[in-house]
């Protein structure tokens, strides 16, 4: 599988440092799609700070990616959905040091969550 950025910077708004605008996958053998994943202990219970459930949400997606043979390498897309728009920076950051600086195509969305205590939910596609 190759990848190869597709962040152009004529005729288009400029893309921060921590996405991109595209991601193109060349022959690509699987793809991973992972639906909302939440900041939920193995109980199922919330983490009770924005900072607990991150982490909670990329140790789980972590956990989903290893049960597909793949790492946070595979991952080609993010879209974030965070209950409230203060959320964005911590989210932002917490995003940026899961994937280890790489930067995908993300999208985060202000929402309401089925459960209150859900303050973040966040869904990837992974390829391979």
Known sequence: METITRNPTAGIYAATLDYVHALEVRNPTRFLYVSGTMGLDERGVAGKTLTE???LIWSNIRTILASADMSV???ARVTSYLRDASYAEENQNARVAALKGRV?????????TLVADWLVEIE???VA
């Open 53 to 55: 459930q991150v982490v």
């Open 73 to 75: 390498d595979n991952i």
């Open 124 to 126: 990837i596609v992974a």
């Open 104 to 112: 995908v195509p993300t999208t985060a969305i202000v929402v309401q």
